[in-house]
């Protein structure tokens, strides 16, 4: 970011190594008779933000521009080195440049550039998904290898916002042993880096990452040491490119040959972590993430964290119905399915995901996520299209609905399926066409006591009470939303048959007497002239979650500053609080078999929210479904409103913070403190804001979360689960989660239009691990994917799946499945695990098949070497798993396959 370099430049740079140099010119350095005791490592650093003030289309030219620059300085210079990161980089000048980009390759082969960081770009490292940032590696590894022969040692995140606590371990997996970075650094310099399994990287942190070369660069000895007596700088201009400048390198040479500087000389990064290895023991090590800077970009451009969950979750859904229609013989679109990974990947940018771009940059990125949205999603439906119609389907007792549980866990489940019927609903009256927003509203009861209520069955005759919840007219018929709860849905599917002629055996509605709505799980009083809740009290335990004279879900706007600096980045000093109000007598109370909903209508400023709260007859969740037309902006001329929404507790506010983040659940500070005591600097590096306006904290710190958060005392707790936002907070009793924020600065219209913004909360009796949180997170995020089959008009030949079969199943509800795919050969089906609540287990995983094989593999695919070999019965795999490890699982379909595995990991 050119302006923060800008308030940059006068810090110190730091990064240290020693060794032995030749001059840029091939001949040996000009040194005194003495040697000289301290050395600097330069490496030329060409820093490229791919989108920030600018689109893509001027991102494309830059990479030619600087590449060709770097070109002509290595003609000039021949011992001139230079690192550049991130294969995506690469990647536009081999399709745009062909003759630069063979002279590239040259120069990759000689050693003199090296292609450092593995990931497709500088992925921002708090809001990508764990295995988004797996993805990330295994494209810019392959690349590297495939194009260059070599894959880069060294992770380069110099400008990322903060560093998440598995990052050691990811790197690890993608054949990266060290880390560069910047920002949130607790410590200056070398040190070794320890992730939460245990994984370590040597870590390397200057003050900046693009310096200009002069007779201060001694300092950086002091200010950045990588050892006693050397330390690296990475020299040239940056965020748009540019890289060293020829005074830059000249000025390198005239100052080592001054003998009262020390000795300098061009080195690529990975010759300077080999020379600092040998005293790496002498070094700091730090062990955990490294927060926290610019928490306004956990909420800022609310579409693109949007687009970037719906992605994540969708590209899921799609490898696993491509992965399963695969097994069963079928093609699997690789190239479609990499093409969109690269889309999210590339927009992963540290620059980007946060929402820290132009007007013009943000709305190409909202583009593309959903350009790569709807490619996954048509690429998922059309695989369980496939994989279903191989189903032999019941006749004449509704339509066939197939409901696939993606989690490897049976279940209780709440079901949502959209089907078409010719004629109306018998127990609903359904919006008509021309009633475009009106699809949630617009369903009303016949008034014949059956309560919008739909009969639904199972293959074995089952009857479960289904509800129509949504819905309107699509000439020549109807389509309407039905939901229904299963106890026990398997982890895989499950046939039922859906007849909207027919209301539920029993029809009766969630009653709602007064203000009061008692469920299975929960008994709740609501405000009738708000639409909040008042109290939750919870039936397992008896416990009141509301704290006193308090209300759920209250909303809240934070007016922060007019003149405010970096606003897209920081949260800026709020200068009112205002309530947002409900509209008088908006609040509406509908009933049915399933559920109940609340709903109201709330304004503030241009802006109007229509909130539905929904409450289950037999679901421990309760959901809010906000409808926002927000008409917003921000700006140096008007104050910037911050949308949240709270949650004041019942609770201890020195409660405990716990929060999903990639590949892990971390504790965060909450009240102002971190496990009862003082916030240590690695949770609240202040270092990094030295030259930035202060965040906002008189209301707590907002830490990046992604699924959930949940706060507990050890004998209660609540989780707040999300399927869009990032940003939350615990403080004085109050939960928060961030729904809407416009910086305007550098965009002014961040957020303008129709938004759908769904949370839910979840109280639970003990920790997070022992309650069920994390497979709820995955659920309201992944839920159930539920279906009409293709037309059974015309019958296929062999119908070889039964009506309901189990596919992938865990025996630990705490290790998470990131990922099943078909592996990069072809040859084998994989499946990606992590261990989420650090405790050392024996797990079983059953499979739909049997596997020639089972093999303990590298994000890159490749047979982990040393590794406890999984066990492989039939169609079960049994491994022991590590606290936080990550376990990626090669399952060969050809003992052929498994041969060449078992001979390489014996290597």
Request: hydrophobic residues 35%; contains cysteine.
């Amino acid at each position: 970011m050119n302006f923060i370099l800008s308030l940059l430049l006068a810090a110190p740079l730091l990064t240290a190594a020693s060794g032995i140099s030749t001059s840029v010119t091939g001949t040996p350095m000009d040194r005194s008779s003495e040697p000289k005791k301290d050395t600097i490592f330069v490496a030329g650093h060409s820093h490229m933000d791919m989108n920030w003030l600018w689109t893509q289309g001027e991102t494309i030219k830059m990479a030619d521009d600087n590449l060709r620059q770097m070109v002509a300085l290595f003609r000039e210079y021949p011992d001139f080195k230079m690192v550049q990161s991130q294969p995506a980089v690469y990647d536009f000048v081999k399709k745009n440049d062909p003759a630069l980009y063979e002279e590239i390759k040259r120069y990759v082969k000689e050693g003199r550039l090296e292609p450092v960081g593995g990931s497709w770009t500088e992925s921002d490292n708090n809001l990508a998904s764990g295995e988004a940032l797996a993805r990330a590696f295994l494209l810019g590894q392959s690349f590297y290898r495939e194009e260059f022969g070599r894959m880069a040692r060294i992770g380069w995140f110099p400008d990322d916002f903060g560093h998440n606590s598995q990052m050691p371990q990811i790197l690890r997996l993608s054949g990266i042993d060290s880390y560069f970075f910047t920002r949130c650094a607790p410590i200056r310099g070398s040190f070794t880096w320890e992730g939460s399994d245990g994984s370590r990287v040597i870590a390397y942190s200057p003050h900046i990452y693009n310096a200009r070369f002069g007779k201060d660069a001694a300092g950086y000895l002091e200010s950045s040491p990588a050892t006693d007596h050397s330390t690296l700088i990475c020299v040239g201009v940056g965020d748009h490119g540019g890289g060293p400048t020829k005074a830059d390198i000249d000025s390198v040479l005239a100052l080592n040959a001054d003998p009262d500087f020390p000795a300098a000389y061009f080195a690529t990064a990975s010759e300077f972590i080999e020379a600092i290895k040998p005293e790496m023991d002498s070094r700091p090590v730090h062990k955990g993430e490294m927060q926290f800077i610019f928490e306004g970009c956990y909420t800022s451009v609310a579409e693109v964290k949007e687009y970037n969950r719906k992605c994540e979750n969708m590209l899921y859904t799609n490898e696993w119905f491509n992965s399963l229609n695969w097994l069963q013989g079928g093609e699997y679109p690789e190239e479609e399915i990499k093409e969109t990974w690269k889309t999210v990947a590339f927009n992963q940018f540290h620059d980007i995901l946060p929402g820290s771009g132009v007007y013009e940059a943000n709305r190409e990125n909202v583009a593309r996520y959903e350009g790569a949205y709807r490619a996954a999603k048509t690429g998922a439906d059309i695989a369980a299209w496939k994989c279903f119609d191989a189903i032999p389907f019941q006749s004449s007792i509704g339509q066939p609905v197939v409901v696939c549980n993606m989690q490897p866990f049976a279940r209780k489940a709440l079901v949502e399926v959209e089907v078409f019927s010719y004629d109306l609903p018998a127990s609903a009256t359904l919006a008509n066409w021309m009633q475009f927003y009106e699809t949630k509203s617009g369903v009303t009861d016949t008034g014949k006591g059956m309560n919008c209520s739909v009969m639904v069955r199972d293959s074995e005759g089952r009857v479960y009470s289904g509800q129509v919840v949504e819905g309107k007219q699509a000439p020549p018929g109807w389509r309407s939303k039905i939901q229904f709860v299963v106890d026990s849905l398997p982890a895989g599917y499950k046939t039922f048959y859906v007849d909207v002629t027919r209301p539920a055996e029993d029809p009766t509605a969630l009653s709602c007497e007064g203000n009061r709505i008692r469920t299975n799980y929960f008994d709740i009083a609501f405000d009738a002239q708000t639409g909040d809740i008042v109290s939750l009290v919870d039936l397992r335990s008896g416990k009141e979650y509301v704290a006193p004279d308090a209300r759920l879900n209250t909303m809240r706007i934070y007016n922060e500053v007019k003149h405010g600096m970096m606003k897209a980045w920081t949260l800026n000093h709020a200068e009112t609080v205002e309530e947002v109000q409900t509209v008088p007598g908006s609040v509406k109370v509908t009933s049915g078999p399933v559920r109940a909903c609340i709903e109201c209508i709330r304004k503030w400023g241009r802006s109007t929210i229509k909130v539905r709260t929904y409450i289950y007859r037999d679901y421990p969740r309760i959901d809010y479904d906000l409808d926002v037309d927000w008409l917003e902006w921000g700006g140096d001329d008007v104050e910037s409103p911050l949308l949240r929404t709270s949650f004041p507790l019942n609770m201890d506010p020195d409660a405990v913070l716990y929060c999903q983040t990639p590949f892990d659940v971390v504790e965060r500070p909450s009240n102002g403190k971190f496990r009862g005591g003082e916030i240590p600097i690695w949770l609240d590096n202040n270092e990094t804001r030295m030259y930035m306006p202060t965040c906002e904290t008189r209301f707590g710190r907002e830490v990046p979360a992604h699924k959930w958060s949940d706060v507990s005392d050890g004998k209660d707790g609540i989780a707040l689960l999300n399927n869009s936002k990032y940003g939350y907070c615990y403080d004085g009793g109050e939960f928060r989660l961030s729904l809407m924020r416009c910086g305007g600065w550098p965009d002014q219209y961040p957020n303008l239009g129709r938004f759908n913004i769904r949370y839910s909360i979840m109280p639970h009796k003990g920790l997070w691990s022992d309650a069920g949180v994390l497979q709820e997170g995955e659920a309201f995020n992944v839920p159930a994917y539920a279906t009409e089959p293709l037309s059974t008009s015309l019958k296929a030949s062999e119908k070889t799946m039964p009506e309901e079969m189990r596919l992938f199943e865990l025996d630990n509800r705490n290790v998470q499945m990131a990922a099943v795919k078909r592996s990069e050969d072809g040859k084998m089906l994989i499946v990606r695990l992590c261990e989420m609540a650090g405790e050392d287990s024996s797990i079983s995983l059953a499979l739909p098949f049997s596997p020639a094989g089972a093999f303990r593999l590298d994000i890159l695919e490749r047979p982990l070497k040393g590794a406890e070999a999984p066990s492989l019965e039939g169609d079960v795999v049994k491994l022991q798993i590590k606290p936080h490890e990550i376990v990626t699982i090669g399952l060969p379909l050809d003992r052929k396959d498994a041969r060449r595995l078992e001979r390489a990991c014996r290597r």
